[in-house]
């Protein structure tokens, strides 16, 4: 059976109806940290593991669905993005394999960028609607990771690239574009934010980090 995106239907169990919403706003891209796509996908459809996503791409380019859109699948656990603090229910999930050590293919990025095309246009969304789940789950959370190419991406309007703004207040404005941490979690922040737009950056904060947050903020904050 062919599903929604062109994909092979491999249907998971672990979904249920969305909560307190009737359709996503959000796209949370994964990395599977597994040694095969198979071994994901399987996974994901196993009722005692008690996760899924909507989508799992494999390295060779190949697409399973194992959650229909309108459906809420299990893949963000706890976290929040702005005013989103289910992101389960307003998001769809999207699986990448990879082990998180390894370069994403070139045929694996090309069926995302298809994907999300089609989810766009199904949904009415556009690039700020695109996050990782290290974006959305501060402190817990790393994948897609540093190999995943998110300027690509950007560069075909699926995703969003900052500018260097004149520095702000970091922390502030990171609540302004949609991230949510706890005390004691400031160095996390800092972590995911390089992991997703500097992610060879080291050391402390800098105006490089504060200038990028800004332009995040001015141009592109979240929903309250």
């Given at each position: 059976m062919i599903g929604e995106a062109g994909a092979e239907v491999w249907p998971s169990l672990n979904c249920g109806a969305r909560r307190g919403v009737e359709r996503p706003a959000l796209v949370v891209l994964h990395y599977t940290a597994m040694q095969s796509a198979e071994a994901a996908r399987d996974w994901l459809c196993n009722p005692e593991a008690e996760v899924s996503a909507h989508y799992v791409v494999a390295g060779d380019g190949r697409l399973w669905q194992l959650v229909c859109e309108g459906q809420r699948a299990w893949h963000a656990g706890a976290g929040r993005w702005g005013a989103i603090t289910d992101v389960n229910s307003g998001s769809i999930g999207i699986e990448i394999a990879n082990t998180g050590t390894q370069p994403f293919s070139e045929p694996q990025m090309a069926r995302v960028e298809r994907l999300l095309r089609g989810i766009f246009?199904?949904?009415?969304l556009g690039p700020e609607a695109v996050l990782g789940h290290s974006d959305m789950a501060i402190g817990?959370?790393?994948?897609?990771?540093?190999?995943?190419?998110?300027?690509?991406?950007?560069?075909?309007?699926?995703?969003?690239?900052?500018?260097?703004?004149?520095?702000?207040?970091?922390?502030?404005?990171?609540?302004?574009?949609?991230?949510?941490?706890?005390?004691?979690?400031?160095?996390?922040?800092?972590?995911?934010?390089?992991?997703?737009?500097?992610?060879?950056?080291?050391?402390?904060?800098?105006?490089?980090?504060?200038?990028l947050m800004a332009d995040l903020a001015m141009r592109w904050p979240a929903p309250i």
């Open positions: 246009a199904r949904w009415s817990r959370k790393i994948d897609p990771g540093r190999r995943f190419d998110w300027k690509r991406l950007a560069r075909q309007g699926l995703a969003l690239w900052p500018e260097v703004a004149r520095p702000g207040d970091f922390e502030a404005d990171a609540r302004r574009f949609g991230y949510g941490w706890e005390a004691g979690q400031e160095q996390a922040l800092l972590e995911a934010v390089r992991m997703r737009f500097r992610p060879w950056a080291t050391g402390p904060l800098d105006d490089v980090d504060r200038g």
